[in-house]
């Protein structure tokens, strides 16, 4: 197999006939006749899985894995390269927000320039601009908080070579952020500016909160910056504190050494209780939260639970090595 193309459908019926009509001819002329597009069906409770059935029944290099229920956008990404047998292979949203020209300049720099990833940067969204700010916030704290270096503005849309697709599979994590793992693994990476246009069919799938959650994996998955900001955080304000008593306390028992012409004994100071107390219990609630966050993560890969369960598998697809996806129960369809 020359070329593999993973594509995520969650209740795509509207976006996928377009996506396939853009995408194949595309591919037959790029890729010559040996090319694969895997259809990651998302437990869709729409005719998501009839279309992709239709389709492989049209054309055979047109496959499916079907999931056993909505594992979320990324474990329908990794259950997609978990049987992708590509030397080339491709990522790319259902909803065409991912030109297929794009993936076209992509594929290219990979197969003809040399490069083991190239991935899309989007330049502009079509977006609300309360969305931009949060995406834009998003990549550069990312970009300045992650261990190794993480690209700005980049998605999931990419191409790869086998290497680097066997190096992200092998990675044994449960909770993976792809964009992440891909810069993670480095080899030779090159980027290409694209417009991300609106979606024109269909619907989003990514409500505020499915993003939030999604900024917090990569953030837990990739950062360590948090967690020591929180000890950080609690030794500024243990030393702060110290200070304050001890200045009080020589305020209290010599009342001529005020706090800016303040003396303590002259009032309760309840204001002042007040604003310390709440400072310091929010400031160990943030605390706290963050090593709620890095928990979670921590329970999740302790449990080693694959990201996904594949239910269906339509047409010739075969497994690849790597453990983060469970496939034994799949019926395959002829
Ligand atoms: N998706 C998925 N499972 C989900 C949510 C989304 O497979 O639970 C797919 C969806 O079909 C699409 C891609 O992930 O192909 C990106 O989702 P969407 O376009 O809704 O996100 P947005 O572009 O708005 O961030
Ligand atoms: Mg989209």
Same mark, same amino acid.
Not at 110 to 118: A, K, L, N, Q
Not at 240 to 265: A, D, E, H, Q, V
Not at 274 to 288: D, E, G, K
């Given at each position: 197999?020359?070329?593999?193309?993973?594509? @995520?459908?969650?209740?795509?019926?509207?976006?996928?006939?377009?996506?396939?009509?853009?995408? &194949?001819?595309?591919?037959?002329?790029?890729?010559?006749?040996?090319?694969?597009?895997?259809?990651?069906?998302?437990?869709?409770?729409?005719? &998501?899985?009839?279309?992709?059935?239709?389709?492989?029944?049209?054309?055979?290099?047109?496959?499916?894995?079907?999931?056993?229920?909505?594992?979320?956008?990324?474990?329908?990404?990794?259950?997609?390269?978990? *049987?992708? %047998?590509?030397?080339?292979?491709?990522?790319?949203?259902?909803?065409?927000?991912?030109? @297929?020209?794009?993936?076209?300049?992509?594929?290219?720099?990979?197969?003809?320039?040399?490069?083991?990833? +190239?991935? =899309?940067?989007?330049?502009?969204?079509?977006?609300?601009?309360? !969305?931009?700010?949060?995406?834009? &916030?998003?990549?550069?704290?990312?970009?300045?908080?992650?261990?190794?270096?993480?690209?700005?503005?980049?998605?999931?849309?990419?191409?790869?070579?086998?290497? $680097?697709?066997?190096?992200?599979?092998?990675?044994?994590? &449960?909770?993976?952020?792809?964009?992440?793992?891909?810069?993670?693994?480095? *080899?030779?990476? +090159?980027?290409?500016? $694209?417009?991300? @246009?609106?979606?024109?069919?269909?619907?989003?799938?990514?409500?505020?909160?499915?993003?939030?959650?999604?900024?917090?994996? %990569?953030?837990?998955?990739?950062?360590? $910056? @948090?967690?020591?900001?929180?000890?950080?955080?609690?030794?500024? !304000?243990? +030393?702060?504190?110290?200070?304050?008593?001890?200045?009080?306390?020589?305020?209290?028992? *010599?009342?001529?050494?005020?706090?800016?012409?303040?003396?303590?004994?002259?009032?309760?100071?309840?204001?002042?209780?007040?604003?310390?107390?709440?400072? $310091?219990?929010?400031?160990?609630?943030?605390?706290?939260?963050? !090593?709620?966050?890095?928990?979670?993560?921590?329970?999740?890969?302790?449990?080693?639970?694959?990201?996904?369960?594949?239910?269906?598998?339509?047409?010739?697809?075969?497994?690849?090595?790597?453990?983060?996806?469970?496939?034994?129960? =799949?019926?395959?369809?002829?």
């Amino acid at each position: 197999m020359h070329f593999s193309l993973v594509v @995520p459908c969650y209740n795509e019926e509207d976006a996928l006939p377009h996506l396939l009509d853009a995408v &194949t001819p595309l591919l037959d002329r790029e890729a010559g006749a040996d090319w694969e597009i895997i259809l990651v069906n998302d437990a869709s409770s729409d005719r &998501t899985l009839d279309l992709i059935m239709q389709a492989h029944t049209r054309d055979a290099r047109i496959r499916g894995v079907s999931l056993s229920r909505n594992f979320g956008h990324q474990p329908a990404v990794t259950c997609g390269l978990a *049987f992708a %047998s590509g030397e080339i292979v491709g990522i790319m949203d259902c909803d065409l927000q991912d030109a @297929p020209e794009a993936l076209i300049a992509l594929y290219r720099r990979v197969r003809h320039d040399g490069y083991d990833v +190239c991935f =899309a940067v989007r330049r502009r969204r079509q977006s609300g601009w309360l !969305m931009e700010l949060c995406y834009k &916030t998003f990549y550069r704290l990312m970009h300045g908080l992650s261990e190794h270096p993480w690209p700005v503005d980049a998605g999931d849309f990419s191409v790869f070579n086998r290497r $680097v697709h066997l190096a992200i599979l092998a990675l044994p994590e &449960t909770v993976r952020v792809l964009r992440g793992l891909r810069s993670w693994v480095g *080899f030779r990476q +090159c980027e290409i500016p $694209v417009d991300r @246009p609106a979606r024109t069919h269909g619907k989003t799938k990514y409500s505020w909160l499915r993003l939030l959650a999604l900024a917090l994996t %990569s953030l837990t998955g990739f950062s360590y $910056v @948090p967690l020591r900001l929180a000890s950080l955080l609690g030794l500024g !304000m243990g +030393c702060f504190s110290l200070l304050l008593g001890g200045l009080f306390l020589f305020n209290r028992l *010599f009342p001529k050494f005020t706090i800016l012409s303040y003396w303590i004994g002259a009032n309760p100071g309840t204001t002042t209780v007040i604003l310390y107390v709440s400072i $310091v219990s929010s400031m160990l609630f943030f605390c706290l939260g963050i !090593m709620g966050e890095y928990l979670v993560v921590m329970l999740k890969e302790l449990k080693r639970r694959p990201a996904a369960v594949a239910q269906l598998i339509i047409g010739d697809l075969r497994p690849q090595p790597s453990q983060v996806v469970l496939s034994a129960p =799949a019926s395959v369809q002829p």
